[in-house]
């Protein structure tokens, strides 16, 4: 290229012009030479070169206009290029510029700046082809809204990230954007510079030179140039601003964007003029390759928005890649952790021959390895010098530099990309931010397709799965129009899904309970609500015997568009209520009739279970009983209908009530013994149990549930045929401990349901629970009967103990008052004989004592068998003590007695009859003064006990034998010359009344230990 002379954008347009028709030609034959340019099938030659003729009119109107591009802009958004796509534009104008520089170049014309006007066109056509791109995808393409705000989300994420400063300014001159390398090459946080002007962050001589450049952005003008960062410290941070315009929807100018790179290192390394040169040359470089960036980074965001197909997403961005930067290879890989490897998706350039898409490299091989497993990009200007790097065939040796990124959505590593370069050093800082952008943005385009595919997938596996539920199940709209209806709801209705599908539900089923108005109300609700809405046990009348009832489930959706859908699943529960209802009959029966007595009562609540039910209860049984005492077989009850009418009635009552067992035994105690026309004919079947043949006979003699049908000749006896009317029936015998006790015979005369072998086992368990029942019955009748038996028996014992306790206190009151009266009688009979004043006078006072002795005997006798109430009030027990011990002082010092006493001072309140209670100390005390006649120590001890007191008195005397002191206790029982013998039993009945206790120690020779437990409190009379 000519240097040294710069060709004016007028001269420029004017040689276009001039050589129009030339350049048209040489364009129009190039694209045809080149297979990615060829025009479409449908676009006839004359049409695609009339669009060749205008796109080109169009670049030399804005080469007229170098400075406002507005024309241009709206040249293209009015559709002026409507037969190329954005990329098509972008690819032809470069042929057309090649075109234009060979034509300069074959004709030794003058060049300079031709390039960079070019340059700058295509940058804008780019830029607005790609605006006009996204207006009619924003605008035809509202469902991918969510996708684009997400691709706007991660852009601003790549912003933060980005190695370069960014801000945007609005027409004021206000920064509205301030990324996180900003805030670090100013010193400021951006909250304390957002909305501020840019004064704040430049110096004063930058503010003129970034003001100018503002006003050429106005005019629609990018442009790159160096000012100085007014640091928050002070400082002044040499920078280099590359800006371009902001434009809104409708083209209007709102602002400005720039990218600012910290160049204040660079400013200290630029030793000489030579290296300065070198490092603007780079610069522009980096610039020109930042645009290129940008470009594949809009590419890759059409990508996300056009295509969902991974693999083709791959491919164009390699080829992009490969395309705008002209690297020796570049390739892409996705990690498969499965089988630790790293496999080729797309890839292109030199190595292509060489390199296959499925090719596979291990995890910890190679540069690509390496990146694939650390998550961290790696950047080598000399593989000679990275110990990652291999070479994985001959060929690969040209490589000298080689830079590969990571491709991570989150912490998620899912592939690398790759560039190869035969220079040294060709990769800077720059290569390694915008692939890595890159890297960023292809993954969430990747994430996006992987999502759509994934959600395509899991409509199409909901569809499976809703197909595969064995439940009828309904999609419907807010119209009620039906959606979606699985194989399941089709049978269930006899429908097929053209009937039904897209089709108004009320229409095709006007019996539905959602067209109800419970159903509607239900179904709105659904619509509003997202909380799921159960209608629980819905019946649904059905033809004669098949009552149906069912669960209906309903939750809200959303249909892809996001309108609401509502999901209904309808689940039959007439099985799972039936067998709940036999098993809640058969558990409460286990239970009830355990205690039911009455035989007739038992039988009916048994048989009524049998039949209750309308698919899987049985519709007549008959129960039998064994007689052992003449061998037979005899009937006993039968439950069930007589006629089809009277079994639908029944029925389809209890499929609406469901009778517990308590209601059962309600009706028949309501009903009495009524009996019904098919248990007056039970009631007269007698069958031999020796019968050889009958399956009645055999089922007992067999312990063997059998089942009659048809087409067997069994033998049934002519009573049971009359009773039955049929030979399909099931009989189990009713077994307990071992022993057969009967049987029940049930049958399904009038809806013909077959008796299956899941029914026969359930009468079965039934028939075990009915047997153990009636043993029980059984039971209960034989023990009442013992115990009526052992009550009489009781009373027997009872009188019987009651004359021999009279007969022998009659005995010891007789022969306690014999000897008295004896003496009585003698000497009054003395005293008439005798004149004697004297011995008068001691035959009147042994009289005396006598008729004393029997009155002390008749008071003991009464206070031992009369009641005598408790008069309680609080006592103290000391003072009582010291009474008892003054009535007995005069005996005390005769017998010369030591007495002892030891009073605990914190003993607890007693609530005693005083009287009571001193008649019984005193009754001890004299008792233990008689065992000491030749003296000795008597010790009287209280003491408190964790709920009472504790009495103690304690003698030295003669004790007592063992072998009477369990007679002690025992009315009349004595051992002294004189004395009733009740003064301990009245004692011992004493303290009983007062809720407490008496014991007795005692050993021959040495004394004995009376101890006395009262409770601390005692209710106050």
């Not at 420029?12 to 129009?20: D, E, I, P, R, Y």
């Not at 010098?385 to 001959?394: L, Q």
């Amino acid at each position: 290229m000519a240097t040294s002379v710069e060709t004016p954008a007028g001269s420029f347009s004017a040689w276009l012009k001039t050589h129009q028709s030339n350049l048209l030609t040489d364009w129009g034959l190039q694209i045809q030479q080149t297979p990615e340019l060829r025009p479409r099938e449908d676009l006839q030659d004359h049409s695609f070169t009339h669009a060749l003729e205008d796109f080109f009119a169009l670049i030399l109107q804005q080469i007229r206009l170098p400075n406002d591009y507005r024309p241009f802009r709206n040249a293209i958004s009015e559709g002026s290029l409507d037969a190329f796509t954005p990329d098509a534009a972008c690819r032809l104008f470069l042929v057309l510029k090649r075109v234009i520089l060979d034509q300069l170049s074959a004709n030794s014309e003058e060049e300079e700046g031709v390039g960079d006007i070019l340059d700058e066109i295509l940058l804008r056509l780019a830029q607005f082809m790609h605006e006009t791109r996204y207006q009619e995808i924003r605008e035809e393409e509202n469902e991918r809204a969510q996708a684009l705000s997400g691709t706007r989300r991660q852009l601003n994420s790549l912003l933060e990230t980005m190695n370069e400063g960014f801000t945007a300014l609005d027409n004021e001159e206000h920064i509205t954007i301030f990324n996180q390398q900003m805030e670090q090459i100013t010193g400021y946080d951006r909250d304390e510079v957002l909305d501020q002007s840019i004064s704040k962050i430049y110096t004063p001589e930058s503010l003129k030179i970034i003001r100018s450049e503002l006003e050429k952005r106005r005019q629609g003008q990018s442009s790159s140039y160096e000012a100085h960062i007014a640091h928050k410290d002070g400082q002044s941070i040499p920078v280099r601003i590359s800006g371009a315009p902001l434009y809104d929807n409708q083209s209007f100018h709102i602002g400005s964007f720039a990218v600012i790179t910290d160049i204040s290192i660079q400013a200290q390394v630029q030793e000489t003029l030579q290296k300065r040169n070198q490092e603007i040359a780079r610069l522009l470089s980096d610039e020109r390759k930042r645009t290129a960036h940008f470009a594949i980074i809009n590419q890759v965001a059409q990508l996300a928005l056009t295509t969902l197909d991974p693999d083709e997403i791959f491919r164009r961005v390699v080829h992009a890649i490969q395309e705008n930067f002209g690297y020796y290879h570049t390739s892409l890989f996705l990690v498969d952790k499965s089988a630790n490897q790293m496999v080729l998706h797309a890839r292109t350039g030199v190595y292509e021959p060489f390199f296959h898409e499925g090719y596979c490299q291990q995890m910890d091989q190679g540069i690509v390895g390496s990146v694939g497993t650390t998550g961290d990009p790696l950047l080598a200007n000399d593989v000679s010098k990275e110990p990652h790097h291999i070479f994985a065939f001959p060929e690969e040796e040209a490589t000298r530099a080689e830079l590969c990124v990571p491709i991570k959505i989150g912490t998620q590593i899912i592939g690398v990309l790759d560039v190869q370069s035969q220079q040294h050093g060709i990769f800077g800082e720059n290569d390694l931010a915008a692939l890595q952008i890159l890297a960023d943005q292809l993954a969430w385009a990747i994430h996006n397709a992987r999502l759509f595919q994934e959600t395509r997938k899991l409509k199409e596996f909901n569809e499976q799965v809703l197909q595969t539920i064995p439940l009828p199940i309904l999609l419907l709209d807010q119209d009620l129009q039906v959606v979606f209806a699985n194989q399941r709801y089709l049978n269930y209705h006899n429908l097929t899904s053209e009937q039904i599908i897209g089709h108004a539900l009320p229409e095709v089923r006007p019996s539905s309970h959602l067209v109800t108005e419970e159903g509607r109300q239900a179904l709105q609700q659904a619509f509003k609500n997202p909380a799921p809405i159960l209608l629980d046990r819905v019946s649904l009348q059905t033809e004669m015997y098949k009552n149906r009832v069912v669960n209906i489930r309903l939750s809200q959706q959303a249909a892809t568009d996001g309108s609401p859908l509502v999901l209904v699943v309808i689940e039959d529960i007439t099985e799972s209520l039936e067998k709940a209802y036999e098993s809640s009959l058969l558990h409460r029966l286990s239970q009830t009739m355990q205690g039911i007595l009455d035989l007739d009562r038992l039988l009916y609540a048994a048989l009524t279970c049998v039949t209750a039910g309308t698919a899987l209860g049985f519709n007549r049984a008959i129960l039998f009983l064994v007689n052992k005492t003449d061998g037979t077989l005899e009937g006993k009850m039968g439950v069930g209908p007589s006629s089809p009418e009277e079994a639908t009635q029944i029925w389809r009552e209890l499929a609406s009530k469901n009778p517990t067992l308590d209601d059962i035994l309600e009706e028949y105690d309501r009903r009495g013994s009524t009996q019904s026309p098919l248990d007056q004919v039970a009631r007269q079947i007698r069958i031999p149990l020796d019968e050889p043949d009958d399956i009645l006979a055999r089922s007992i003699r067999e312990r063997q549930t059998l089942k009659a049908v048809e087409e067997e000749a069994l033998h049934i006896s002519p009573a049971l045929w009359a009773a039955l009317g049929s030979r399909h029936f099931v009989v189990t015998p009713l077994v307990a401990h071992d022993q057969v006790v009967g049987a029940i015979v049930a049958d399904n005369l009038y809806s013909s349901a077959p008796i299956t072998d899941d029914s026969v086992d359930r009468l079965v368990a039934f028939a075990s629970h009915v047997a153990l029942a009636l043993e029980n019955a059984e039971l209960y009748r034989r023990l009442e009967e013992k115990v009526q038996e052992l009550e009489r028996t009781q009373e027997e014992l009872v009188q019987a103990e009651r004359l021999s306790v009279i007969g022998e206190m009659s005995a010891r009151i007789a022969h306690e008052i014999r000897n008295p009266m004896t003496t009585i009688g003698g000497f009054a009979r003395s005293i008439l004989k005798s004149s004697d004043p004297d011995r008068i006078q001691t035959a009147g006072r042994i009289i005396v004592e006598e008729v004393e002795r029997l009155e002390n005997l008749l008071n003991d006798t009464l206070d031992f068998t009369r009641p005598n109430p408790l008069h309680r009030s609080p006592i103290e027990l000391e003072a009582i003590l010291d009474d008892i011990r003054q009535m007995l002082k005069k005996d005390i010092q005769n017998q010369a007695i030591s007495y002892t006493q030891h009073i605990h001072p914190d003993l607890p309140s007693l609530n005693l009859d005083a009287a009571q209670f001193k008649q019984v100390l005193l009754n001890l005390f004299q008792n233990a003064l008689q065992a000491m006649a030749e003296g000795g120590t008597l010790t009287v001890s209280a003491q408190p006990l964790p709920e009472g007191v504790e009495i103690r008195i304690q003698d030295t005397g003669e004790g007592i034998a063992p072998e009477h002191l369990e007679e002690i206790f025992s009315p009349f029982f004595t051992t002294k010359t004189y004395g009733t013998g009740l003064g301990l039993p009245i004692s011992k009945k004493i303290i009983e009344d007062h809720q407490g206790c008496i014991l007795f120690e005692s050993e021959p020779g040495k004394g004995t230990t009376v101890s006395i437990h009262l409770p601390s409190e005692g209710p106050a009379s």
